[in-house]
Each structure stands twice: as structure tokens, then as C-alpha cells.
């Protein structure tokens, strides 16, 4: 396992790092799992900044990524993307999960973030596959470290044991 990527099961609201991700939905409108988690967590501010992200660009498209600031979380920024929704891989959904972690991990470089944390994206009410959606979520990480020296460190937390076994195992495999 790489030094610059860290495993953790817990909430992700939790976390002080730079920017926790946000597994958001399309009007950023705060929801179930962890974008109600975050949102509750993050206090009002997180509603009217996302409310202005709302009013200037219609919302997140699937795979696109957003920031604001953190709100009442440790972390100082939010790194909102929306996920697609699992409709049996005939919709572009690797694609689209592999841009919300580019996209995600684009914003942090260009703001000179140093930590990020990352939750499941899109396992959830979303459905993917659990297994693939962590094999794209660590090879999209892994990637993006060989070639940005930027982010010291990223996190992905699972809050269920599952996610985290999962993570683990693949971790292990790609040392």
C-alpha cells in the first residue's frame, strides 16, 4: 500500500483533512448515506452553498465535481460528485465513476490540498458493485499519485465492515 493512501472505517463527517468528498446527488440537495451524513454534519452553510452552486449551473452532472467550504466539519472543503447509478454497466457507469475520482482529485490539486478523504461512491442506493466501484476507486488514486505529488495523503473510509474488507483486500494485492 501506498504511504499517500490510508484505509479507515468510520464516519467520513468526522475527518480533518483538507476536503472529504461527498457522494452527492445531482441538485446537491443533500439526501441519504453520507451526503445526508455531510450535510447534517456540515450544518446550513453546506445547504446554501450548495443552493448557489444550484442557482449558477443547475446543480452536478454525474461523474463532475464540485467544491464549498466545509461548513461546521473538521475538514475546511467539501469536494461534492455525484456518482452514476448502477444500471447494469451499459451506461458508461466505470466512466462515470472514474471521472468523479479524477474530477474530485483534479479540484484538490488545484487548490493545493494536501489530504483528501473519499467515501464508497455510488455502492450505496446507487448500486454498484462494491468490488468494482473499489478496484476503480483505488486504480484511479494510484494513478493519479504516480504523476501529482500534491496530495500527501488520501483517505478512503468505509462506514460499514463490508466496504472496508473490500478495500483492504485490494489494497493488500496493489502494495
Do not use: Q
Not at 480533518?16 to 440537495?29: E, S
Not at 464508497?120 to 501529482?148: C, D, Q, R
Amino acid at each position: 500500500m501506498s504511504k499517500k493512501i490510508t484505509l479507515l472505517k468510520g464516519d467520513i463527517a468526522t475527518l480533518k483533512v483538507d476536503a472529504v468528498v461527498n457522494a452527492a446527488n445531482n441538485m446537491l440537495a443533500g439526501g441519504g448515506g453520507v451526503d445526508g451524513a455531510i450535510h447534517k454534519a456540515g450544518g446550513p452553510l453546506i445547504a446554501k452553498y450548495c443552493s448557489e452552486i444550484r442557482r449558477e449551473t443547475g446543480g452536478c452532472k454525474t461523474g463532475e465535481a464540485v467544491l464549498t467550504l466545509g461548513g461546521n466539519l473538521p475538514s475546511k472543503y467539501i469536494i461534492h460528485t455525484v456518482g452514476p447509478v448502477w444500471k447494469g454497466g451499459k451506461f458508461r457507469e466505470e466512466e462515470l465513476l472514474k471521472n468523479c475520482y479524477r474530477n474530485s482529485l483534479m479540484l484538490a490539486k488545484e487548490h493545493h490540498m494536501k489530504s483528501i478523504a473519499f467515501p464508497n461512491i455510488s455502492t450505496g442506493v446507487y448500486g454498484y458493485p462494491k468490488e468494482a466501484a473499489a478496484e476503480i476507486a483505488i486504480e484511479e488514486v494510484s494513478n493519479f499519485l504516480k504523476n501529482n505529488k500534491s496530495l500527501e495523503n488520501v483517505i478512503f473510509i468505509c462506514f460499514d465492515r463490508e466496504n472496508f474488507d473490500i478495500y483492504n483486500k485490494i489494497l493488500k494485492r496493489v502494495k
